[in-house]
């Protein structure tokens, strides 16, 4: 099926599973803008979709801050067009068990992960309005629902972007525009492989799974492509778990 030519924003993008989604994306025919929180990450992703035939570029987006999120939607408008498709996929981790937790933890994990999908959606939805068409997906986490030992933070953050997703989702579907999210398991970004202290976690995750191997980026990538399209125009304020069958509900 030829798809439409429209703009896919996708934070945090430089890595793992963000860059994972910008590629396909990009291969869809899409426009792609893909965010890096620095100068340097954002030149890696605009080299990456060059070196790709991706039309598109890479930009410098602090997901925790409305001005650079209003100047990056102003330039990304002048150049390309208004976003249509939205992945929000930045996000951190400051792990901890919640007796040591500091406070700056929890806020910096909430800012990152939660406040910034209020942030960057809002921003996004006067062009998806206008278009009559938006897609917004959201990279949640199956610890949104299973918990995690020192997670505390992450978990929260993660359970109220699906929350707000499904509120979202009431407010917009008349306009043309869906709102759902994908649940990964853990999964192999460079953030993980190589690194000794995920090495106990990332051998119990494969146990548990009824497909017995490691989740990786590309695992995502077809219900990505299926919430961005116009393949899913009746599916909105949904979660879908992809992590190999480790959390069946």
């Not at 077809?222 to 919430?227: A, E, N």
Request: glycine share 12%; charged share 25%; aromatic share 4%.
């Amino acid at each position: 099926m030829t798809q439409e030519k429209r703009v896919a924003l996708v934070t945090g993008a430089s890595r793992g599973i963000g860059r994972a989604i910008a590629h396909e994306l990009g291969r869809q025919g899409r426009i792609v803008i893909g965010t890096a929180t620095s100068d340097a990450g954002a030149e890696k992703i605009d080299a990456d979709l060059k070196a790709n035939g991706i039309e598109g570029a890479g930009m410098c987006l602090n997901v925790t801050d409305q001005a650079s999120i209003d100047e990056v939607l102003k330039t990304i408008g002048e150049r390309f067009g208004a976003p249509t498709i939205l992945v929000n996929n930045a996000g951190i981790t400051r792990d901890n068990l919640l007796m040591r937790m500091k406070e700056e933890e929890w806020d910096s994990v909430m800012d990152t992960n939660l406040k910034s999908v209020y942030r960057v959606s809002k921003a996004c939805l006067r062009g998806m309005t206008k278009a009559r068409f938006g897609r917004i997906v959201s990279i949640s986490s199956v610890v949104a629902t299973m918990g995690n030992l020192g997670q505390a933070n992450y978990a929260a953050a993660k359970a109220g972007m699906e929350g707000f997703s499904r509120a979202l989702a009431r407010e917009v579907g008349d306009d043309g525009i869906t709102v759902n999210c994908i649940a990964p398991g853990l999964t192999m970004s460079e953030k993980v492989v190589g690194d000794p202290q995920w090495d106990a976690v990332k051998d119990g995750n494969t146990a548990t799974r009824a497909i017995k191997r490691e989740q990786m980026p590309e695992d995502l990538i077809g219900t990505l492509v299926f919430f961005s399209s116009s393949d899913s125009d009746f599916i909105t304020g949904q979660t879908l778990v992809v992590d190999g069958g480790s959390a069946m509900h």
